[in-house]
């Protein structure tokens, strides 16, 4: 299997961001790539007013032409938008909350998973504006089974090993990582581990670090730190970006997935031992 990590910044509006990936989706697709991830935020980066305007269903502007986007290239295409969710009453204020949505669109499927672990960490509240999600979320492509998550469940093992007891092969995590003190640390070692713990490919695409030639290694809010990367089941880096935009593209080999969790069932083992 054949997948690309798109790493970039995005802006404000959606039609832009659109506009912005769709150059380099086909890109990805013309040199092979059928499973292209992009980062959390995609249609709209954090810090840029609003969630709540540019909203939609996945019947909208941003999936319908993602969606029309995998259709053209023949790919599976899984990027980060963000869905209406529900009205809160806080303090007086009227809050339209959203879903931080992983949109995955192509090859028969369209669908969306809702990040479960919001990023309520380091002063900053996601659960104020986003709604969790409660699903875990698996795909098929190409025979292989595909499981998703969002940026601040990395943090959260049980989530990868669940998706890998579902059956998950490869897990692709679209993110848009704070950078900071010690922050690309975490991020490389978080990354590794869930590879590892799991048994899995891990595809995670990230949001480009803004101003990164003079910014790189400050602290900043959940608008990217770089350094997508694609780990191994055995927890090995196959590659990793800098802190620019970037495209990673990288053959994997499922059947690797197999061999590594028979050499080391840590997965299988922590099931056997839950169920006595």
């Known amino acids: 299997m054949k ?42 980066a954090f810090g840029q007013g609003r969630l709540d305007t540019q909203a939609e269903d996945l019947d909208g502007e941003f999936a319908t032409q993602l969606a029309e986007l995998a259709k053209e290239t023949g790919t599976t295409i899984v990027a980060g938008t963000f869905r209406p969710a529900d009205i809160r009453e806080v303090d007086g204020k009227t809050i339209h ?20 672990h919001t990023y309520d960490a380091f002063n900053y509240r996601e659960s104020d504006t986003v709604r969790p999600g409660e699903e875990l ?74 101003d990164f030639l003079e910014k790189a290694g400050e602290e900043s809010g959940p608008t990217g730190i770089g350094h997508s990367v694609v780990t191994a089941p055995d927890g090995t880096v196959v590659a990793e970006a800098g802190y620019g935009p970037e495209t990673l593209i990288v053959d994997i080999d499922p059947a690797r997935v197999a061999k590594v969790r028979k050499a080391l069932p840590v997965v299988e083992i922590e099931a056997a031992t839950t169920m006595r």
């Open 3 to 44: 997948l690309a990590c798109i790493q970039i910044t995005t802006g404000p509006s959606v039609r832009d961001n659109v506009a912005l990936v769709t150059p380099l989706i086909r890109d990805a697709a013309a040199e092979g790539a059928t499973l292209i991830v992009l980062p959390e935020a995609t249609s709209q």
């Open 97 to 116: 909350r959203v879903f931080n949505t992983a949109l995955i669109t192509g090859g028969g499927v369209h669908k969306g998973y809702d990040k479960i």
């Open 137 to 210: 979320v698996l795909f098929e492509h190409e025979g292989v089974q595909v499981g998703v998550a969002v940026c601040f469940d990395i943090r959260f093992p049980e989530q990868f090993r669940e998706l890998a007891r579902r059956g998950a092969e490869v897990i692709v995590v679209p993110t848009s990582w704070a950078d900071g003190e010690g922050k690309l640390e975490q991020w490389q070692l978080l990354t590794r581990a869930r590879a590892l713990d799991s048994g899995v490919f891990l595809a995670a695409a990230g949001q480009a670090r803004p």
